[in-house]
């Protein structure tokens, strides 16, 4: 027979008191009134940032989880936002980006990775010579730009050892914007072609732009790197993105800009892009392929392409659509 006030489960004796929680509430923290900062650059998990015109080092809220944030991200920030030494504050919300900069590691990686947020336009950096360019990996950045809805620009480096005639006509039919430059000229014009624009640099290792932004702007003091002799590839120098502000220039008006500098790459996966992503990024275009069969790949494999017709109707420059077809074959 049971005591009384002793345990008539035998188990029960054993159990773990329950913990008491806090009911759950679907009131989120309000952080609209929170200040706005922009990344600048991120190293090992602390992302530096420019608050009101200061540099303020935060980290990631946890309730972020495993939301990325990206140079060029604009975000909410609490805490200690004044900047002085040995203070920390904290991202708490990402703002809506309005265009995203990706990559893949190549083809057949299904993994999307975010380069620069918030930029609207993108410098293609390739060397004329040392080491001769890639025209297969300026196609395929120029159709992550064009994907994410980017204004090119193609700046062609080194023209003291190389004329820049042949890849002035591979890309002038796109309306590609170009700039060609050399060690010690004038960089007016493209500071020019800079201002009012957030621009990231993007090129293969050792074609000169860490030297091309540290001439842009003086103080940067981004690594710069020499080419392999034997290979004809350079070293990664750069290792993180960063975001500088272009200096004032008195023949310029208004904003001169700024230039986020990104680590040289060596492939630019697309397994992200498809070829109608591509195609809207081109109005004339955009506008012929609506008379092509369904599934149409518009690389002229298909007999009905209406981008051929169009050609044979005199609409369309045959040099221009060899030119976006080389393109757009480099996301095939």
């Known amino acids: 027979m049971t005591q009384p006030g002793l345990y008539t489960d035998e188990h029960a004796a054993f159990e773990r008191p329950q913990r008491r929680t806090r009911p759950r509430t679907k009131d989120r923290p309000d952080y609209s009134d929170a200040e706005i900062g922009l990344v600048i650059t991120v190293d090992r998990g602390r992302y530096r940032l420019l608050v009101n015109g200061r540099e303020v080092v935060a980290t990631k809220a946890r309730q972020l989880g495993r939301k990325g944030v990206i140079v060029g991200?604009?975000?909410?920030?609490?805490?200690?936002t004044s900047g002085a030494e040995g203070t920390l504050a904290r991202i708490v919300e990402v703002e809506p980006r309005r265009t995203v900069l990706?990559?893949?590691?190549?083809?057949?990686?299904?993994?999307?990775?975010?380069?620069?947020?918030?930029?609207?336009?993108?410098?293609?950096?390739t060397a004329?010579?040392?080491?001769?360019?890639?025209?297969?990996?300026?196609?395929?950045?120029?159709?992550?730009?064009?994907?994410?809805?980017?204004?090119p620009l193609l700046c062609l480096t080194k023209a003291d050892l190389a004329p820049p005639d042949e890849l002035l006509a591979q890309y002038g039919p796109l309306d590609v914007a170009i700039q060609v430059t050399r060690p010690g000229a004038d960089l007016s014009s493209l500071r020019v072609a800079l201002a009012g624009h957030r621009s990231v640099f993007v090129g293969h290792s050792g074609v000169g732009k860490s030297t091309l932004v540290n001439a842009l702007i003086p103080g940067a003091l981004r690594a710069i790197g020499s080419v392999n002799e034997v290979t004809g590839r350079g070293r990664h120098t750069s290792t993180s993105a960063i975001a500088l502000r272009l200096p004032p220039d008195p023949a310029i008006s208004g904003d001169p800009g700024w230039v986020i500098d990104t680590p040289g790459v060596r492939s630019f996966g697309l397994s992200h892009v498809t070829p109608q992503r591509i195609v809207?990024?081109?109005?004339?275009?955009?506008?012929?392929?609506?008379?092509?069969?369904?599934?149409?790949?518009?690389?002229?494999?298909?007999?009905?392409?209406?981008?051929?017709?169009?050609?044979?109707?005199?609409?369309l420059s045959e040099v221009r659509l060899e030119s976006f077809r080389r393109m757009i074959e480099s996301d095939q």
């Open 280 to 315: 809207a990024a081109f109005d004339d275009l955009a506008a012929l392929v609506a008379d092509c069969p369904r599934g149409c790949t518009h690389t002229g494999s298909e007999p009905e392409c209406a981008l051929d017709e169009a050609v044979g109707r005199g609409e």
């Open 128 to 151: 004329l010579a040392d080491p001769p360019p890639r025209t297969g990996m300026i196609d395929r950045i120029l159709v992550a730009g064009f994907d994410a809805g980017l204004k």
């Open 102 to 125: 990706r990559r893949t590691a190549d083809d057949d990686d299904p993994y999307e990775r975010p380069i620069v947020a918030n930029a609207d336009q993108l410098v293609i950096v």
């Open 73 to 80: 991200d604009e975000v909410r920030v609490v805490g200690d």
